[in-house]
């Protein structure tokens, strides 16, 4: 096929899906002119919904550009990236400088009011997925804390292209919100409009001392409630919390507190309007907590993360008190849970092992993490290192009823890997896992890939990319790429990936950290390149 067919075909279904649309909002007539987005009684509920329909269909896959956010001397983590139905992307961070964007600093409901360089602010901006300029930024006030974990300001998309954000604050809380701010570390949840003014924003509290700083996550299910997920701290032994967050109904079922400092999960339901609904624990008789969260089909929940002991009514945890990743698998209508599957190795002697990210594809769910010691039937098996912790990074994938497909690792019998969750992808048009992440410290390739390695890669923490088949989890190739040009000492600008999306058939996006290592000063990008030019 010629590539001027190609062309006039793809138009002529462009041009179809506009007329379809066009002819669909005709006939909408019987809808409440509301003009309310949020509402789904309203003739703008449905024509964003067109709009957005339309969108997808003229995506390009020779688009290029990039957005850098940070002056470079002063920290920034970048935390979550959200593809829009519209073709836009939304990102979280945590700055310590007031952001210039579009020649203005200040955010377009709140700004950086903190000390520079030593006060970090989570920041929330869209960037158009066409001309990669920044069209909104604004600020959520004084970060929890400085963590590194990519998942601390979570994202979500309401059915209506609105945004939702969930993380955690401190310090003065900003007016306006439904719940005001009761203490000095609380949760804070917002909803955007896709021009980036706030639709409403809450704070929820719990005592301090209760829950985990940094282990949190959320979804948005069908009925527009947004599910949000943490980890919980007992406060003595034998001593359930029977409160939860405070500004909520008591817990339908109530943390078991078994011990002092017993970590087990919370989880919340609040409605499209922001208005708690019900609570309840997830319960265990050791510690374990939540990393990562997605929303499956069916009205289900699939949650990442790593228990030390068994979930309650569920056995089958392989090493008891020894970290393995575990996915449990919820119903988000009735809040109960349904399964729940252990990851890990049975021997005692590994003590490494959590689901920290997760992507949905067309027929299952594949997640990603770190383990120690071989589990399941891999396709590629456990490296065993004998020294340290005896780190694997680990691969998976569940059916889209939460039952384990296969699992491989990643790993060296020479060196550990570091302890950084990989970017990954999955690209529906090939049907392929990509995978972007930071070699080994000593610089060294992975064990038992040499037939599907190449690359001219050298020195350490080189920039890797993996790519796995998704039906059968076959590693199909694995390029090393120079990162950092100076070894002794180790120094330089290195390039964390963050998280990596497919923004049109196989053209990637990539949100990366750049710092100057070994310092910690660095800045945040945001970058697209054709295909063509992707290891």
């Keep these: 096929m010629s590539i001027f067919k190609f062309n006039q075909e793809a138009l002529t279904i462009k041009t179809s899906v506009l007329i379809f649309i ?36 003229i995506c390009s896959p020779f688009v290029r550009g990039n957005v850098r956010i940070g002056s470079g001397n002063y920290l920034v983590l970048p935390q979550s990236l959200l593809s829009l139905k519209n ?8 700055v310590s400088e007031p952001i210039l964007w579009s020649g203005r600093s200040d955010g377009i409901n709140h700004s950086y009011t903190g000390v520079i360089g030593t006060d970090p602010f989570i920041v929330i901006f869209q960037v158009n997925g066409r001309t990669f300029e920044i069209d909104w930024l604004d600020y959520l006030g004084p970060a929890a804390t400085t963590t590194a974990n990519s998942f601390f300001s979570s994202l979500s998309e309401f059915s209506n292209g609105e945004i939702g954000i969930f993380t955690q604050v401190t310090g003065t809380e900003q007016p306006g919100a439904i719940s005001g701010k009761l203490n000095s570390d609380s949760f804070m949840v917002a909803r955007y409009s896709p021009s980036g003014s706030r639709v409403w924003f809450t ?4 005592s301090i001392g209760t829950f985990n700083i940094d282990k949190i996550a959320h979804i948005v299910d069908s009925k527009e409630q947004m599910h949000l997920f943490y980890t919980s701290i007992g406060t003595a032994a034998n001593t359930p919390n029977t409160v939860g967050i405070t500004e909520f109904p008591a817990p339908t079922i109530a943390s078991n ?33 939540v990393i990562s969260a997605i929303y499956t089909k069916n009205d289900t929940i699939l949650l990442g993360g790593s228990a030390l002991n068994q979930i309650e009514n569920f056995s089958g945890h392989p090493a008891i008190n020894q970290p393995r990743g575990f996915s449990a698998f919820l119903s988000s209508n009735t809040q109960d849970v349904i399964k729940i599957n252990y990851l890990g190795s049975s021997d005692p002697t590994f003590t490494v092992g959590k689901l920290e990210a997760m992507k949905l594809g067309y027929d299952g769910i594949y997640g990603t993490g770190v383990a120690a010691g ?15 912790n005896f780190r694997n990074y680990s691969f998976v994938k569940f059916d889209l009823n939460g039952n384990l497909l296969w699992n491989q690792f990643l790993g060296s019998s020479t060196t550990n890997v570091i302890d950084l969750v990989p970017a990954f992808s999955y690209i529906s048009y090939f049907d392929e896992i990509r995978v972007k992440l930071l070699g080994t410290e000593a610089g060294t390739r992975m064990t038992g890939l040499d037939s599907i390695s190449y690359g001219s890669g050298i020195n350490p923490y080189q ?47 990539s949100l990366k950290r750049f710092l100057y290592f070994p310092a910690t000063n660095g800045y945040l990008e945001f970058s697209t390149k054709p295909p063509m030019e992707e290891p």
């Excluded at 704070?203 to 719990?206: F, G």
Aim: charged share 15%; hydrophobic share 35%; glycine share 10%.
């Design 463 to 509: 920039d890797v990319t993996l790519r796995i088949n998704g039906r059968v989890g076959r590693y199909e190739s694995i390029r090393y790429e120079t990162n950092i040009l100076v070894t002794n000492p180790v120094s330089g600008l290195v390039g964390l990936n963050v998280d990596i999306q497919d923004a049109c058939n196989g053209r990637m996006v």
């Design 203 to 206: 704070y929820l509290d719990m």
């Design 22 to 57: 066009l002819s669909l909002t005709s006939l909408n007539n019987c809808k409440l002119d509301l003009n309310n987005p949020s509402d789904s009684n309203s003739k703008s509920y449905f024509e964003t919904a067109a709009m957005n329909a339309y969108l997808r269909t």
């Design 257 to 289: 507190g078994v011990f002092a400092g017993q970590k087990e999960i919370g989880w919340a339901i609040l409605n499209g309007n922001g208005n708690p609904q019900r609570q309840r624990f997830l319960r265990g008789v050791s510690d374990f907590e």
């Design 374 to 388: 071989s589990y399941g039937f891999p396709i590629h098996d456990y490296q065993f290192y004998p020294a340290g």
């Design 87 to 94: 073709g836009n992307y939304i990102i979280t961070a945590s």
